[in-house]
């Protein structure tokens, strides 16, 4: 998730309940491939304890495609996945992410620039939505007939955000395609899945190779445990999490990052017990990490 799972979130991810395998924020490869290489390569740091890592692109051009992906080889990711399904304004009006969905030429080029790319040494893999403004089974149809190595689906349209339920039965029958289609390609679900039981009987139910958890990690960290301790877990234990989360940024990223960034992890953290709102009002004042940390210890 951008400006979420990053290097430093993942890392205290990876101590409480690490998934199977983690997916960066989407990195532009146009722009890494430019003037502002820099920033993007910030999205695509990592540690070893972060393995296996997929690597997301999202970007226009296919040459920068080919590149990048030649790139991700060398630094040891684990798969580049390719986003086409983000629906936030700023990208669509780009034609880029979700906007792909109506641009089967491009996506097209995409994927084989990727697959270019990647040579056959790392895995290539989609993650979409199940149409633009309408399910569209034409677009999910396109991509098995693209050799890829996985699909994550959304069970939403990009028009429909996450304001409608997501649909499962739908993601159910891509599989039952991908059986007829595209057998090689693994299908991960994805959209709401709150534990980690609850995604293991929705892969039972509809069959999936895989299951995508995103904000449920806002709502427990341990998400990815089979049974986790979250709710059980003291204020003490709470705060010392946090406090992991803040010294791990000011070591990875020093000044090179806007520490204004940790307060949405105050949600996180800071939650479920006594006194927890007016500490996170107390934090949102806070114009350093040494400032958040004094009032953490103090707390
Ligand atoms: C803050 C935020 C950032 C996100 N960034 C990405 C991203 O970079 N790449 C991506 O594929 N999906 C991104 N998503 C979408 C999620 O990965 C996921 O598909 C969506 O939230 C539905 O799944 P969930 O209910 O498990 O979160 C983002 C979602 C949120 C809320």
Redesign the pocket.
Known sequence: ?????DTVFRRVISKTAKPDLF?T??ANADGLQSAGREAVLQKLTFTEVEKPLIA?L?GMKPDNYTKTTAELVEMRFSGV?L?M??PVRNVVKLGACSALINNHELAESLIKATQKGADDKIPVSV?TRVGFDKVDMGWIEFLLRQNLAAL?I?G?TAKGQ?KVP?DWELIGKIRRMRDDIAPGTMIIG????MSRKQGEELAQEHGLDGI?????VFQDPYVFSGDSPWKRMNTKEKIGLYKRHIKLFEQEWGHKKNPAGLKKFAKVYISGFDGASELRSRLMRCTDTVEMLGILGKA
């Open positions: 998730m951008d400006d979420v799972t997916f924020e989407f997301q999202w996945d986003n399904g983000c993650k994550t959304h939403r996450s997501n994805n959209g709401d899945v995508m958890i995103g904000r449920g």
